[in-house]
């Protein structure tokens, strides 16, 4: 079972950045594809963003591309999430999540079954 601890949510004008962090433990860290998540106010959780195991694949929704990087130190078993040049439709609470299986992709499809408690981040206009 893994554990996630996410952080570095906010209030932020349009335009701006916010770094999202999100710590792991209990298993290899190295060894599973993470992702982030979005729930909006009213809507269904979404996809944003997926890295591999090793780092060296992402993926992104088309919302965000472009604007939002994902990133992941294997040594420090943490995953991060840069996002720059917020819209105010980027408001939601993020999610960080684990993939159950060892070894995969972070596509849309990975079977993401751990979450963390959610960091609100919210973008005025």
């Known amino acids: 079972q893994v554990q996630l601890i996410e952080s570095g949510g906010g209030l932020v004008q349009a335009g701006g950045s916010l770094r999202l962090s999100c710590a792991a433990s209990g298993r290899t860290f190295s060894s599973y594809a993470m992702g982030w998540f979005r729930q909006a106010p009213g809507k269904e959780r979404e996809f944003v963003t997926g890295i591999s195991w090793t780092g060296h694949l992402t993926y992104y929704a088309d919302s965000v591309k472009g604007r939002f990087t994902i990133s992941r130190d294997n040594a420090k078993n943490t995953v991060y999430l840069q996002m720059n040049s917020l819209k105010p439709e980027d408001t939601a609470v993020y999610y960080c999540?684990?993939?159950?299986?060892?070894?995969?992709?972070?596509?849309?499809?990975?079977?993401?079954?751990?979450w963390g408690q959610g960091t609100q981040v919210t973008v005025s206009s």
């Open positions: 999540a684990a993939d159950r299986r060892s070894y995969g992709m972070g596509t849309p499809r990975s079977d993401f079954g751990s």
